[in-house]
């Protein structure tokens, strides 16, 4: 509880809750199930608050021992809106090996809970109407509140999303039709509350159920020893935190002026600032910061001035006038620092920070930063390494230790930590990026091909020497990550281009792939029809890069891109020259001979207008582009 009132984690008193979580043995000390399990919950929740994730499963674990059921995600066919024709597959949690318990007498009765807001919305269902009806189970209260920590664990496991919310959810709703607990579902209430906060069709029903949690809290006519049972165990909010929730969600909505008033009536002097400076009114946040400083100076305020001037000289105010206790005052003016781009200076005064509070993850990733820039790779690996032991969804922290991997050529270790990095954060683009890099260097194909999809998705295209590469080890039928041969892959590579083709219609280099993709297939031609519609292809999609190269302006003027129109155009003559030798059509023969001798005319006339040098008489051009344009004067004349 003590922690729970401070501002940022304090690693003196995580240290002695360690201390006495280690001394007591929670479960073999009891016999009772309901008292062995709430012991390990708490025990739970306070280790997901530090970040142990290890820990966490692990109580977890022994807690889950102790009850008759187990639960299993799974999913059955359903309808979630009133419009919906066709069942999908809705993501619930099915108990197994279940029995049914009497209801404790002590328990409240279901008029005395949180109303249960229903959903009311002309599209959504207030539930999800499914195919197959589940039974209710009532569980014990024990039961139910591993259930719903269950879903918490699940959750902190990998980083947010879509999917990890409806998870989150389904084991919130199972817990909400099994327990009778005035803890187990005011925590369930509160978790859906903030879980749907931020779905459009949701978010009325998420601030009206946090209403009525505040109004339950604070009605005074039950007993409250009778609401305490698990209320540690489940992490039920104090009313404040449910009120403070509830602002953040209004802001969240644009209904600024309310929560500011419901931060204001709570004293939470911070979030009013953060209101004012999201609407920028940055003038009237300085005005309150000098009002508080006025009744009491404080370091914490001080900070906040620092935040708005960006002045450096708050900052040291803050350090002085915590007696150089103030582990936040240095983290700003890091952070502050930082921004100015003065890594030196930043990276000695997160290090004090540091010395102070050394469980603060943000301050060891700017560290790692800070480092990184100085060039003091191996201290930023330390660095971001503590960041990540203290916040495993950190996916900017995984990412830069992977890049650090990557510059140190440790490619197997950089593919490993990129894994992890992509869980934190599967939608940055950055650690995609990184690693199909890593995947290449490996030679873990597969997954690059999944990076590929996954970049073209988020960012509509791809490093193309890097597809280069994929391309040729498939075509070489390189021995991958498994020692088995990339050829394997060939189909898996064409359905990735096809995709490529529709995003990236302009990109000579795709096209020019996509073509010898297609033309390593030659070999495996099973007769002459099926050769010809191969070198069909191979043309169609070679001429799509020649068109695509000489579209840039002025591509005769650049030696890279010069050499690259002169590639492809050789390239194309070749198999144009193939396809001649294929078609049994004379008039087709015709059609690709005319279309390959304008072709080959047009790259040779514009390479000589723009690039002859008139004093001698000869091109200005690299040895590589001359022997180029040689082998293609040579091309045309025997056409």
Request: glycine fraction near 4%; aromatic fraction near 6%; charged fraction near 25%.
């Given at each position: 509880?003590?922690?729970?009132?401070?501002?940022?984690?304090?690693?003196?008193?995580?240290?002695?809750?360690?201390?006495?979580?280690?001394?007591?043995?929670?479960?073999?000390?009891?016999?009772?199930?309901?008292?062995?399990?709430?012991?390990?919950?708490?025990?739970?929740?306070?280790?997901?608050?530090?970040?142990?994730?290890?820990?966490?499963?692990?109580?977890?674990?022994?807690?889950?021992?102790?009850?008759?059921?187990?639960?299993?995600?799974?999913?059955?066919?359903?309808?979630?809106?009133?419009?919906?024709?066709?069942?999908?597959?809705?993501?619930?949690?099915?108990?197994?090996?279940?029995?049914?318990?009497?209801?404790?007498?002590?328990?409240?009765?279901?008029?005395?809970?949180?109303?249960?807001?229903?959903?009311?919305?002309?599209?959504?269902?207030?539930?999800?109407?499914?195919?197959?009806?589940?039974?209710?189970?009532?569980?014990?209260?024990?039961?139910?509140?591993?259930?719903?920590?269950?879903?918490?664990?699940?959750?902190?496991?990998?980083?947010?999303?879509?999917?990890?919310?409806?998870?989150?959810?389904?084991?919130?709703?199972?817990?909400?039709?099994?327990?009778?607990?005035?803890?187990?579902?005011?925590?369930?209430?509160?978790?859906?509350?903030?879980?749907?906060?931020?779905?459009?069709?949701?978010?009325?029903?998420?601030?009206?159920?946090?209403?009525?949690?505040?109004?339950?809290?604070?009605?005074?006519?039950?007993?409250?020893?009778?609401?305490?049972?698990?209320?540690?165990?489940?992490?039920?909010?104090?009313?404040?935190?449910?009120?403070?929730?509830?602002?953040?969600?209004?802001?969240?909505?644009?209904?600024?002026?309310?929560?500011?008033?419901?931060?204001?009536?709570?004293?939470?002097?911070?979030?009013?600032?953060?209101?004012?400076?999201?609407?920028?009114?940055?003038?009237?946040?300085?005005?309150?910061?000098?009002?508080?400083?006025?009744?009491?100076?404080?370091?914490?305020?001080?900070?906040?001035?620092?935040?708005?001037?960006?002045?450096?000289?708050?900052?040291?105010?803050?350090?002085?006038?915590?007696?150089?206790?103030?582990?936040?005052?240095?983290?700003?003016?890091?952070?502050?620092?930082?921004?100015?781009?003065?890594?030196?200076?930043?990276?000695?005064?997160?290090?004090?920070?540091?010395?102070?509070?050394?469980?603060?993850?943000?301050?060891?990733?700017?560290?790692?930063?800070?480092?990184?820039?100085?060039?003091?790779?191996?201290?930023?690996?330390?660095?971001?390494?503590?960041?990540?032991?203290?916040?495993?969804?950190?996916?900017?922290?995984?990412?830069?230790?992977?890049?650090?991997?990557?510059?140190?050529?440790?490619?197997?270790?950089?593919?490993?930590?990129?894994?992890?990095?992509?869980?934190?954060?599967?939608?940055n683009w950055n650690v995609w990026d990184n690693y199909q890099n890593a995947c290449l260097k490996v030679k873990d194909f597969e997954e690059e091909i999944k990076a590929c999809y996954r970049l073209l998705e988020l960012k509509g295209r791809l490093n193309v020497d890097s597809l280069g590469l994929l391309v040729a080890a498939v075509i070489d039928g390189v021995a991958d990550i498994h020692g088995v041969s990339a050829a394997r892959l060939l189909p898996k590579v064409k359905e990735l281009?096809?995709?490529?083709?529709?995003?990236?219609?302009?990109?000579?280099?795709?096209?020019?792939?996509?073509?010898?993709?297609?033309?390593?297939?030659?070999?495996?031609?099973?007769?002459?029809?099926?050769?010809?519609?191969?070198?069909?292809?191979?043309?169609?999609?070679?001429?799509?890069?020649?068109?695509?190269?000489?579209?840039?302006?002025?591509?005769?003027?650049?030696?890279?891109?010069?050499?690259?129109?002169?590639?492809?155009?050789?390239?194309?003559?070749?198999?144009?020259?193939?396809?001649?030798?294929?078609?049994?059509?004379?008039?087709?023969?015709?059609?690709?001979?005319?279309?390959?001798?304008?072709?080959?005319?047009?790259?040779?006339?514009?390479?000589?207008?723009?690039?002859?040098?008139?004093?001698?008489?000869?091109?200005?051009?690299?040895?590589?582009?001359?022997?180029?344009?040689?082998?293609?004067?040579?091309?045309?004349?025997?056409?």
């Open positions: 509880m003590q922690q729970c009132t401070l501002e940022e984690k304090s690693a003196v008193l995580h240290q002695k809750i360690s201390a006495l979580l280690n001394e007591i043995k929670l479960a073999g000390e009891s016999e009772n199930d309901s008292a062995a399990v709430e012991h390990l919950l708490l025990a739970c929740i306070i280790s997901l608050y530090y970040s142990d994730l290890i820990k966490a499963n692990e109580y977890l674990a022994e807690a889950k021992s102790h009850c008759r059921h187990s639960s299993l995600l799974t999913g059955i066919l359903g309808k979630r809106t009133r419009f919906q024709e066709q069942e999908y597959a809705q993501l619930v949690v099915e108990l197994q090996r279940a029995e049914t318990v009497p209801e404790p007498a002590s328990q409240i009765g279901f008029s005395n809970f949180p109303v249960n807001v229903a959903l009311d919305d002309d599209t959504l269902l207030k539930e999800a109407e499914l195919t197959k009806d589940l039974p209710h189970t009532l569980l014990a209260d024990h039961e139910a509140a591993v259930l719903l920590v269950e879903g918490l664990v699940s959750r902190r496991k990998r980083a947010r999303t879509t999917l990890q919310d409806e998870e989150h959810l389904a084991y919130i709703q199972l817990a909400l039709h099994s327990s009778n607990c005035y803890a187990i579902r005011s925590s369930a209430l509160f978790d859906r509350s903030r879980l749907e906060g931020d779905k459009s069709r949701r978010t009325t029903r998420a601030m009206q159920q946090l209403e009525v949690l505040m109004m339950s809290f604070r009605d005074t006519t039950h007993d409250p020893i009778l609401r305490a049972p698990f209320a540690l165990a489940v992490n039920v909010p104090p009313s404040w935190k449910v009120e403070e929730a509830l602002g953040f969600l209004l802001l969240q909505n644009g209904i600024t002026n309310e929560a500011i008033n419901i931060f204001t009536s709570l004293e939470l002097w911070e979030d009013v600032i953060e209101c004012y400076q999201r609407v920028g009114q940055k003038v009237k946040a300085e005005d309150l910061i000098m009002k508080e400083l006025a009744k009491e100076e404080t370091a914490v305020m001080w900070c906040r001035l620092g935040d708005i001037r960006e002045d450096v000289a708050c900052y040291d105010k803050a350090w002085e006038l915590s007696q150089h206790r103030s582990a936040r005052s240095r983290r700003d003016l890091g952070r502050l620092l930082l921004r100015r781009q003065d890594y030196q200076g930043a990276a000695d005064a997160l290090r004090q920070g540091l010395d102070i509070n050394a469980i603060d993850a943000g301050a060891w990733f700017s560290m790692g930063y800070c480092q990184l820039k100085l060039g003091e790779f191996g201290q930023a690996e330390l660095s971001l390494r503590r960041c990540v032991n203290l916040d495993p969804d950190n996916a900017l922290a995984w990412n830069n230790l992977g890049s650090i991997a990557l510059r140190g050529q440790d490619y197997n270790k950089a593919y490993r930590i990129l894994q992890d990095s992509i869980k934190a954060d599967y939608d281009f096809g995709a490529m083709s529709v995003k990236l219609t302009d990109n000579s280099k795709v096209w020019y792939l996509y073509g010898k993709l297609n033309a390593s297939e030659l070999e495996r031609a099973a007769d002459e029809t099926a050769r010809k519609e191969v070198l069909q292809a191979v043309v169609m999609k070679l001429q799509r890069s020649f068109r695509c190269a000489v579209k840039e302006t002025d591509w005769e003027r650049e030696d890279y891109s010069l050499i690259n129109t002169l590639n492809v155009a050789k390239e194309l003559g070749n198999y144009q020259r193939l396809l001649i030798a294929a078609e049994t059509d004379d008039t087709e023969q015709r059609s690709v001979r005319s279309s390959c001798r304008v072709m080959l005319d047009s790259v040779i006339s514009r390479v000589e207008k723009s690039c002859t040098n008139f004093a001698t008489g000869g091109l200005a051009v690299s040895e590589e582009a001359a022997s180029l344009l040689t082998d293609i004067r040579a091309m045309r004349a025997q056409l």
